[in-house]
């Protein structure tokens, strides 16, 4: 194991940005909505500007501009130059600029941030106790379709950034298998069954997902003009004795069985090996916590584990490669093919043993 110990000193110093994180990360939500990172970084060959003239270009007093810059130099967000004007650091920079923090930093103010305060408590009940601050319901799905435009969005975008880039090559795959029929499991706003629809006007697609996800999927489909090829099969998995129907060259199931315990996991598997014949071939496609190549990527998704603890379900998580596989073979299925898809995800194609 590799020594991670640290002089005291620095070891104290990184418990209190610990200690004080909901500071930083509120003060960092502050000045994006303020604009004070487009206005220093709009004025970086000037060399950035002093606190006065922040505060008359954006209408904001001294005082809460002070406040909110010092916390931010002392995380070296941004820096006050040899004259006296503050400017941005590469934090800083990719704090305001880049997609992927962006979406992390809007998901987390938007949909997380008020629930996790009662982590704690999701952890000893093993309930999403969380969820009550966005609205009343056992578990973030079901209230998805209900809930307010602009948390909406954050959540969307979340869940869309991580699996969209992976879509091109994903079909790539599917396709060559040439289907004729593909259940979409967990279809969410449907993006990937349009994809599948727009790709092969022959594929006859069907996506199965909560009753109220699955009304904003339909809609999407009608505007596209593919609702003669996909159709819709409602169904909720934490119900017993659930069935889908048979038939499928494909079933395709991405960034759904993260939402599950392990044991409603095994009860989805064997649910759909039962609706599986010798050549249908279950595709499932995650972030797995054991395939990062990076450590960030790592944190990102241990991060969202506690998100499904405190507001999603209290019981899911995002897991290791090694424990789905296991779940694949207890349900009666071998990974036939391992792919790994672009920068976070792993394909694992499933058939019948």
């Given at each position: 194991?590799?020594?991670?110990?640290?002089?005291?000193?620095?070891?104290?110093?990184?418990?209190?940005?610990?200690?004080?994180?909901?500071?930083?990360?509120?003060?960092?939500?502050?000045?994006?909505?303020?604009?004070?990172?487009?206005?220093?970084?709009?004025?970086?060959?000037?060399?950035?500007?002093?606190?006065?003239?922040?505060?008359?270009?954006?209408?904001?007093?001294?005082?809460?501009?002070?406040?909110?810059?010092?916390?931010?130099?002392?995380?070296?967000?941004?820096?006050?130059?040899?004259?006296?004007?503050?400017?941005?650091?590469?934090?800083?920079?990719?704090?305001?600029?880049?997609?992927?923090?962006?979406?992390?930093?809007?998901?987390?103010?938007?949909?997380?941030?008020?629930?996790?305060?009662?982590?704690?408590?999701?952890?000893?009940?093993?309930?999403?106790?969380?969820?009550?601050?966005?609205?009343?319901?056992?578990?973030?799905?079901?209230?998805?379709?209900q809930l307010p435009k602009d948390i909406q969005k954050s959540w969307?975008?979340?869940?869309?950034?991580?699996?969209?880039?992976?879509?091109?090559?994903?079909?790539?795959?599917?396709?060559?298998?040439?289907?004729?029929?593909?259940?979409?499991?967990?279809?969410?706003?449907?993006?990937?069954?349009?994809?599948?629809?727009?790709?092969?006007?022959?594929?006859?697609?069907?996506?199965?997902?909560?009753?109220?996800?699955?009304?904003?999927?339909?809609?999407?489909?009608?505007?596209?003009?593919?609702?003669?090829?996909?159709?819709?099969?409602?169904?909720?998995?934490?119900?017993?004795?659930?069935?889908?129907?048979?038939?499928?060259?494909?079933?395709?199931?991405?960034?759904?069985?993260?939402?599950?315990?392990?044991?409603?996991?095994?009860?989805?598997?064997?649910?759909?090996?039962?609706?599986?014949?010798?050549?249908?071939?279950?595709?499932?496609?995650?972030?797995?916590?054991?395939?990062?190549?990076?450590?960030?990527?790592?944190?990102?998704?241990?991060?969202?584990?506690?998100?499904?603890?405190?507001?999603?379900?209290?019981?899911?998580?995002?897991?290791?490669?090694?424990?789905?596989?296991?779940?694949?073979?207890?349900?009666?299925?071998?990974?036939?093919?391992?792919?790994?898809?672009?920068?976070?995800?792993?394909?694992?194609?499933?058939?019948?043993?």
């Open positions: 194991m590799q020594d991670t110990s640290i002089k005291a000193i620095d070891a104290i110093q990184e418990a209190h940005k610990i200690a004080f994180a909901p500071f930083v990360f509120q003060a960092v939500i502050s000045l994006r909505k303020l604009g004070v990172f487009d206005k220093i970084f709009e004025k970086r060959r000037q060399k950035g500007l002093p606190l006065d003239r922040l505060s008359s270009e954006l209408s904001v007093s001294e005082y809460g501009l002070g406040v909110l810059l010092e916390i931010a130099e002392s995380c070296d967000i941004v820096k006050k130059n040899d004259v006296g004007n503050y400017e941005l650091t590469t934090i800083g920079y990719f704090l305001n600029y880049n997609e992927t923090v962006n979406v992390n930093i809007n998901f987390t103010q938007d949909v997380c941030y008020k629930g996790l305060y009662h982590l704690n408590d999701a952890i000893k009940t093993g309930q999403p106790e969380g969820l009550k601050e966005l609205g009343q319901w056992k578990t973030i799905y079901e209230g998805l379709s969307f975008a979340f869940d869309h950034h991580y699996s969209d880039d992976i879509f091109e090559d994903a079909l790539r795959i599917v396709f060559n298998k040439k289907p004729k029929t593909i259940f979409d499991i967990g279809a969410n706003t449907g993006k990937f069954s349009i994809l599948c629809g727009k790709h092969d006007p022959e594929v006859k697609i069907t996506m199965i997902d909560l009753p109220g996800q699955l009304n904003i999927a339909l809609n999407q489909v009608k505007e596209q003009g593919l609702a003669h090829q996909i159709t819709g099969y409602p169904i909720d998995w934490l119900e017993d004795n659930n069935s889908i129907p048979k038939g499928a060259d494909i079933i395709w199931l991405c960034q759904f069985l993260d939402c599950f315990s392990k044991e409603e996991i095994l009860k989805i598997l064997v649910t759909c090996v039962a609706a599986m014949d010798d050549h249908t071939e279950l595709i499932i496609t995650e972030t797995y916590t054991d395939r990062q190549r990076f450590d960030n990527a790592k944190f990102i998704l241990e991060a969202t584990s506690l998100y499904f603890t405190a507001l999603a379900n209290g019981n899911s998580k995002m897991y290791a490669a090694t424990d789905l596989i296991a779940l694949i073979e207890q349900a009666g299925m071998t990974v036939h093919e391992d792919i790994a898809l672009g920068e976070y995800h792993t394909m694992l194609v499933c058939k019948k043993k």
